[in-house]
Every structure is written in structure tokens, then in C-alpha cells.
């Protein structure tokens, strides 16, 4: 049987609330950058993406989330005007168009700051309100949700050989530390999400062991969200390239969701929206194991 994620609603600007109730939220990946790994998540302007987001729309997608810097291995840092000019048309075109809610991914304050006053809800942050001092109390003011996502390094080097003693207790660790910090800032407790990197300084060994132990996350109180979608321990199994891992991209989403995962950030909104709900639907059937 699934472990049982916690209960809770994330809330949102304007008297608006995202339910995490158990049911399973699938977070549709817009990228507004020419480098990020799978080029299905690319947009080059904002008809592009308007395009994509309808359909994640149609489909059952619970969160968008716009990316303006690539963090994938190897990625070079953005400054802050450029990824403030990729990211905040997107946001105002999503929000002159949809009430859905909408996560920014990035990590600097400034990039944070004009996301939310253009419509974004969310801060999405790799680096946990690490990387920038500012950050944290911003998002303590404006009173959003937060995802502290646990990374090994700096995206540029972060997969030259990274190494753990014992992954899933680090990762937690690490993770516990980073909410902790974020409620020292004055960041709501019932408004933290942690995400364990999935692929972000980490071996295959370590992220099969990540999604095998969700459990040691929600123990600690707080929602978790995966992002796996067609990343490439996937393909260090499958032997496909990003194009060609949807199905492997899929197994490990159900998988997640079996260890309690409530957020899934996923380039394949519709197959993924269907893939849970057959999994939930099956899984409510089963007898608990004895």
C-alpha cells in the first residue's frame, strides 16, 4: 500500500488554495530556456508556451512551473535580467489567461520577487533558499509556499563523481536543516514542500534509494515532491535517450507515488495524469499486506 503523504493545503495569493490531500498533483514543466536536457520542455516565446500550457491544462495539470536557468549537469549560471526576461512574459501570460496555479523555479531573489508580482504563486528553488540570503525572507514576506530541493554541488559540476556514505539519511538531513532554516525565516511551516533532487548530484544506486525511501521525508511532516521525468538514471536503465523515456518515466512516477510522493514535476502532463490515476485507483482496491 502507498505510504500516506500529510494532509494539508498549500495557500496561495489572492485567497486561493492548492489542496494536497492525498490525491496525486502533477506540476507541468514549461522551460524558457535554449539549454534544458529534453528539448519537448523548450520554448522559444511565449505563443510556444501558451500552446503547451493549454494542453497541460486540458490535461488535469495541477501547477506550472517556468524555469528560466537550466539547472541539469553541466548548466552554466544565468545571470538575473536574463532569466527575468525569459521567465516573467510567460508568468503574465499564463496569468492573463488561467487561474492555475504557477511555481517559479529559480534561485535568486530578485527573479522570485517580479515572478510573484506577475502572477506566480510558488517558489520552486534547487537550492533550497541556500543560494541566495534574500530569498528566504522574501518568501516569508509574500507568505507563498515553498520547495527545498536538496542538491550535491553546483549544476555545473554536480555529477563529476558525486558520493554519499548513506544517501537517504543525508538527503533527509540536509532537507530537515533546509526547513528548519526557512522556518527560522518566518516561512509557515504548513507551507514547505521538500523535493530529494532526484538526479541532482547523485549516482543511479543513490536516486533508486531516494524513491524507495520517500517514506523518511514524509516522516519528517512535510509534502514531497519528485521531479523524475525523463531524466537520465532512467536511461542509465532503459538504455533510451530523454526522447524515448516516457514509459520509464512513468514506472518511476508510480513507483514514487507508492512511497508517498504528492507532487510530481513532469514534462508528459496527460500520460502522467492517467498513470496515477490508474495506479491510485488500483491501489485503493488492494487489501493491506499482512
Known sequence: MPATPPERSLKLPRGRSLALDGKAVVMGIVN???????????????????????????????????????????????????????????????????DIPISVDTRKASVAEAALRSGADIINDVAALGDDPLLAPLCARYGVPVVLMHKKGIPASMQASPYYDDCVAEVRE???????????????????????????????????????????????GYPVL????????????????????????????????????????VHDVAETVEALAVFDAANAGMEPRR
Not at 537550466?70 to 552554466?76: F, H, I, L
Not at 544565468?78 to 516573467?88: K, M, N, P, Q
Not at 544506486?205 to 519528517?220: Q, T, V
Not at 536511461?235 to 533510451?240: D, F, N, R, S
Open 174 to 220: 540536509f532537507l530537515v536543516k533546509a526547513a528548519a532554516n526557512a522556518r527560522l525565516a518566518g516561512i509557515d511551516p504548513g507551507q514547505i514542500v521538500l523535493d530529494p533532487g532526484i538526479g541532482f548530484g547523485k549516482r543511479l544506486e543513490d536516486n533508486l534509494a531516494l524513491i524507495a525511501s520517500l517514506d523518511a521525508l514524509l516522516d519528517s
Open 32 to 98: 524558457a530556456t535554449p539549454d534544458s536536457f529534453y528539448a519537448g520542455s523548450r520554448f522559444a516565446d511565449v505563443p510556444g508556451a501558451l500552446d503547451a500550457i493549454a494542453g497541460m491544462v486540458l490535461a488535469g495539470a495541477g501547477i506550472i512551473d517556468v524555469g528560466g536557468e537550466s539547472t541539469k549537469p553541466g548548466a552554466a549560471y544565468v545571470a538575473a535580467d536574463e532569466e527575468l526576461a525569459r521567465v516573467v512574459p510567460v508568468i503574465e501570460a499564463i496569468r492573463a489567461r488561467w
Open 226 to 265: 519528485v521531479g523524475l521525468s525523463r531524466k537520465s538514471f532512467i536511461g542509465m536503465i532503459t538504455g533510451e535517450q530523454p526522447e524515448g523515456r516516457l514509459a520509464g518515466s512513468l514506472g518511476a512516477a508510480c513507483a514514487a507515488r507508492a512511497h508517498g510522493a504528492v507532487i510530481f514535476r
